[in-house]
């Protein structure tokens, strides 16, 4: 039986770094399932995968659209099976990797058919961000799928613009279409989950966003700044730059809010797991000793 480990957590977790660790141990490859990572114009600001760890262990999904694309997690549930049917001709064990939640799901449990949105819905949700922003969509959710703003990434303008898509269309909450019934893969799936102390989490946070700042995120930044009105660019890490690009900030307060917005996103990420209950848990001072086991497992 071929088996699709997942190795999740919040942001700054060290998903990256185990991953190629397990991957190492098992000689098989990652598929990443974080949606910042996809976009080959965002480096820095994704904390995506460095040459040197690419070199480490092959990874697929990173840097292979642009940020002019449209990409959903119907398109990656496609292709990301699509590409497991072929990688499970060569090997026993796949990775999967990131901090989409959402993404995750989709390959895992498959994902619901959503009722098409006529043209004049979407030009009128589309209007809401632009007149708006963020901030709109976030208030038009909270109003109208309560239960769906609690689990989704309020950062995401292009996840919160299709719930209102659907509920604009249908009258219903876009949640209520979402059945939970999972689809039967042909693969056996093992779930993991990075679990960090708060306050080490907090830590490594901060740190990262510095060493961001350090590598060049501001020089990144401001060559996608003529874009950013792009879905894929209202996010963290860029949004809060082109606010101080714009004067309405100082940069010391960008990135001050650049930290804050990553914790709360790191907190998001940890409702998403652990209202899954198919996942194990592991400590810092577990991911060596998991390794091992693994590694014994397969052989």
């Given at each position: 039986?071929?088996?699709?480990i997942v190795?999740a957590?919040p ?10 660790q397990?991957a190492?141990a098992l ?6 399932a974080?949606s910042r990572?996809?976009y ?5 600001g994704?904390?995506a995968?460095?040459?040197e760890?690419?070199s480490?262990?092959?990874?697929y999904?990173?840097?292979h659209i642009?940020?002019e ?7 990656y549930?496609r ?5 497991l049917?072929?990688l499970?001709k060569?090997h026993d064990?796949v990775?999967m ?6 993404f995750i ?5 498959g994902?619901?058919a959503?009722?098409d949105?006529?043209?004049?819905i979407r030009?009128?949700v589309e209007?809401m961000l ?6 709109a969509?976030?208030d038009?959710?909270?109003r ?6 609690a689990i989704v990434?309020?950062?995401?303008p292009r996840?919160l ?6 509920c ?8 209520s279409f979402?059945?939970?019934?999972t ?7 093992k779930?993991y989950?990075l679990l960090w102390d708060r306050?080490?989490l907090i830590?490594r946070?901060?740190?990262r966003v510095?060493?961001m700042m350090?590598?060049?995120l ?14 894929a660019?209202n996010?963290v ?6 606010a101080y690009?714009?004067?309405?900030c100082t940069?010391n ?10 914790r709360q996103y790191?907190?998001?990420?940890m409702t998403?797991l652990?209202?899954?209950n198919?996942?194990q848990?592991?400590?810092?001072e577990?991911f060596?000793?998991t ?9």
């Amino acid at each position: 039986m071929k088996t699709l480990i997942v190795i999740a957590g919040p942001t700054a977790s060290g998903k990256t770094a185990f991953a190629i660790q397990v991957a190492k141990a098992l000689n098989t490859v990652i598929l990443s399932a974080d949606s910042r990572q996809f976009y080959k114009e965002m480096s820095i600001g994704t904390a995506a995968p460095t040459e040197e760890e690419l070199s480490q262990a092959k990874h697929y999904f990173v840097h292979h659209i642009s940020i002019e694309d449209k990409y959903d997690v119907a398109d990656y549930e496609r292709e990301a099976i699509q590409l497991l049917d072929e990688l499970f001709k060569t090997h026993d064990v796949v990775i999967m990797t990131g901090g989409s939640g959402l993404f995750i799901d989709a390959v895992c449990n498959g994902i619901d058919a959503m009722p098409d949105v006529e043209p004049e819905i979407r030009e009128k949700v589309e209007k809401m961000l632009a007149e708006g922003g963020l901030k709109a969509l976030q208030d038009e959710v909270q109003r109208l799928d309560p239960a769906y703003l609690a689990i989704v990434d309020q950062q995401n303008p292009r996840r919160l613009q299709r719930a209102l898509e659907v509920c604009y269309q249908t009258g219903k909450p876009f949640s209520s279409f979402r059945s939970g019934e999972t689809v039967k893969r042909d693969f056996t799936i093992k779930k993991y989950a990075l679990l960090w102390d708060r306050q080490a989490l907090i830590e490594r946070i901060d740190k990262r966003v510095d060493m961001m700042m350090e590598q060049g995120l501001l020089k990144e930044s401001k060559s996608l700044y003529p874009k950013r009105h792009l879905n894929a660019l209202n996010t963290v890490g860029y949004k809060e730059l082109f606010a101080y690009f714009d004067g309405d900030c100082t940069l010391n307060e960008a990135v001050e809010q650049i930290k804050i917005h990553t914790r709360q996103y790191a907190k998001r990420q940890m409702t998403w797991l652990r209202k899954d209950n198919s996942y194990q848990w592991i400590m810092p001072e577990d991911f060596d000793s998991t390794v091992s086991t693994l590694q014994q497992e397969k052989t």
